[in-house]
Nanobody
Framework: VQLQAFGGGLVQAGGSLRLSCAAFARTFSTYTMGWFRQAPGKEREFMSSISRFGRRTYYVDSVKGRFTISRDNAKAMVYLQMNSLKPEDTAVYFC????????????????WGQGTQVTVSS
């Protein structure tokens, strides 16, 4: 499975961005999907995940109420709508495909996409 994330950019604090991730996979709906980010000098961290048909979504506390994950299995796409962006959201964002989600949304990642840079200016 190949994953290609795009949609990052430079935005002012309080603004919005929509990240997209295209999956090149015949059986996209068999994968759970997630978004992670990595800020400079920090480890990659989990942001959000979504179940195979989108019925369950999970978010890290720092983005709850601001970010929304969604997926379109017909298009093999997953999205991350990011609103009310803050400078601390600045990072490289990665999409990931997994083979499972646990009860609190932890995704067992088996494929990573390349990242897309999000920069939020104050």
């Amino acid at each position: 499975v190949q994953l290609q994330a795009f949609g990052g950019g430079l935005v002012q604090a309080g603004g919005s961005l929509r990240l997209s991730c295209a999956a090149f996979a015949r059986t996209f709906s068999t994968y759970t999907m997630g978004w992670f980010r990595q800020a400079p000098g920090k480890e990659r961290e989990f942001m959000s995940s979504i179940s195979r048909f989108g019925r369950r979504t999970y978010y890290v506390d720092s983005v709850k109420g601001r970010f929304t994950i969604s997926r379109d299995n017909a298009k093999a796409m997953v999205y991350l709508q990011m609103n009310s962006l803050k400078p601390e959201d600045t990072a490289v964002y990665f999409c990931a495909a997994g083979d499972s989600l646990d009860a609190i949304g932890n995704i067992n990642v088996i494929y990573w996409g390349q990242g897309t840079q999000v920069t939020v200016s104050s």
